[in-house]
C-alpha cells in the first residue's frame, strides 16, 4: 500500500513541477538569473508552495503518526555543519549551471529529454561520489 501511495504522491508532485514550468531549465536559469534578463515568475509558485505548506505542515505535525506510516521521518540534525553547506552549494551551483534539480530532472525523463537523459545519470553519479566521500 505505501508503494502506491508513493507513486500517487509522486505523480501528484511530478505533475506540479511540469505545470509550474520547473521542468523547463531555460525557465528556471532564467529565474535563477538575478543580473541579466531575471524572469521572476516562479517566485509565484515558490510562494504558492508556502502558503499550501507552511499551514499544512503545522496540521500535520499535530498528528501522532503518519496515515500511511507507522512514523514520521524527519531530519534528526538541527545544526549547520561543513558536509551540509558544501553539499547545498554544489547542489545550487549545479541548479544554477544547468536548470535541473533532482525533482525536474527526473520528471523530465519522461518528456524524452536528451539533456534529462545526460543529467539523471551524472546526477546518481554523483549521489554515489558524495556516498564514497561521506563513507570514508
Avoid: H
Amino acid at each position: 500500500m505505501s508503494i502506491f501511495i508513493a507513486l500517487i504522491a509522486g505523480i501528484i508532485f511530478g505533475a506540479g513541477l511540469l505545470v509550474s514550468g520547473m521542468m523547463d531549465p531555460e525557465k528556471v536559469i532564467g529565474f535563477l538569473d538575478l543580473f541579466g534578463e531575471w524572469d521572476p515568475s516562479l517566485m509565484f509558485v515558490m510562494g504558492s508552495a508556502l502558503i499550501v505548506t507552511v499551514p499544512a505542515f503545522r496540521l500535520i505535525m499535530r498528528r501522532q503518526k503518519p496515515i500511511f506510516n507507522e512514523r514520521f521521518s524527519l531530519p534528526l540534525k538541527t545544526y549547520l555543519d561543513k558536509p551540509l553547506i558544501v553539499g547545498a552549494a554544489i547542489f545550487g551551483v549545479g541548479w544554477g549551471l544547468y536548470g535541473y534539480c533532482p525533482g525536474p530532472g527526473i520528471s523530465s525523463l519522461a518528456s524524452l529529454n536528451v539533456a534529462s537523459f545526460l543529467f539523471v545519470p551524472s546526477m546518481l553519479a554523483g549521489m554515489w561520489l558524495a556516498n564514497k566521500v561521506a563513507n570514508k
